[in-house]
């Protein structure tokens, strides 16, 4: 499979690592590379299977377009920009591409989920929720995508608001903690990366799920599958 890498940062770098690895040309595009998405032609994009990016939330709205016209399928890790999925989906889906983005392609940070899950109905019997997430400074984003997951899945499963406190501190990879806090007792979830390769081997196992295939998918409700 020939893969399109757009973002050339520490987990971009890590998912070429991990696609040639297994066996898939890879090719990578800088932000330097693509200023506007300029460098997104159709012709550029007829050479590829799948587009993966990796890069910030200003410019992954111009990515999507531009492979989702050309009718290449795509995967998207970077966040920050889930106001738009309506939208997106209809082109998707209309343009019948296959199309997967998560907020976390960890296999690990999508079994915290269902961990986060199963602690909703602690919600109704007095337990006060917090979300406690740490990345490193120069993420671009805040709350992390992986927080507002966690935030969704509580206020779903409960008529409680939850908020959300947000760290930006070195070069922390990615910590996201659940406490639950009652007058009896308090419940700690905490997920901690130590290192990207998780996210980098879900995003290319993502991409080899989708290629072929068509429709708008979480991969919070496919990484089973893949």
């Known amino acids: 499979m020939k893969i399109l890498l757009l973002g050339a940062g520490k987990t971009g770098s890590l998912v070429a690592e991990v696609a040639r690895e297994r066996g898939h040309g890879v090719e990578t595009?800088?932000?330097?590379?693509?200023?506007?998405?300029?460098?997104?032609?159709?012709?550029?994009?007829?050479?590829?299977d799948v587009a993966?990016?990796?890069?910030?939330?200003?410019?992954?709205?111009?990515h999507i377009q531009a492979c989702v016209a050309a009718s290449k399928s795509m995967v998207v890790g970077t966040t920050g920009?889930?106001?738009?999925?309506?939208?997106?989906?209809?082109q998707v889906e209309q343009q019948g591409v296959g199309f997967?983005?998560?907020?976390?392609?960890?296999?690990?940070?999508n079994l915290f989920f269902d961990l986060v899950r199963a602690a909703a109905p602690a919600l109704q019997h007095q337990y006060f929720p917090q979300i406690y997430e740490r990345h490193h400074v120069h993420k671009k984003d805040a709350p992390s995508g992986t927080a507002v997951?966690?935030?969704?899945?509580?206020?779903?499963?409960?008529?409680?608001?939850?908020e959300i406190?947000?760290?930006?501190?070195?070069?922390?990879?990615?910590?996201?903690?659940?406490?639950?806090?009652?007058?009896?007792?308090?419940?700690?979830?905490?997920?901690?990366?130590?290192?990207?390769?998780?996210?980098?081997?879900?995003?290319?196992?993502?991409?080899?799920?989708?290629?072929?295939?068509?429709?708008?998918?979480?991969?919070?409700?496919?990484?089973r599958k893949v």
């Open 29 to 48: 595009l800088r932000s330097a590379e693509n200023p506007g998405s300029a460098a997104l032609t159709r012709e550029k994009l007829a050479q590829i």
């Open 52 to 62: 993966i990016d990796f890069t910030t939330p200003h410019c992954v709205l111009n």
């Open 81 to 90: 920009w889930y106001s738009e999925i309506p939208k997106i989906r209809a």
């Open 100 to 109: 997967v983005f998560g907020s976390n392609f960890s296999i690990g940070v």
């Open 149 to 162: 997951m966690m935030q969704g899945i509580l206020e779903g499963n409960s008529e409680s608001e939850v």
């Open 165 to 223: 406190t947000s760290f930006r501190e070195g070069e922390v990879i990615g910590m996201h903690e659940l406490v639950l806090e009652s007058a009896a007792d308090t419940i700690y979830l905490c997920h901690d990366a130590k290192s990207r390769r998780g996210f980098a081997e879900g995003a290319v196992s993502a991409a080899e799920w989708i290629a072929g295939r068509k429709g708008f998918y979480d991969f919070k409700d496919i990484w």
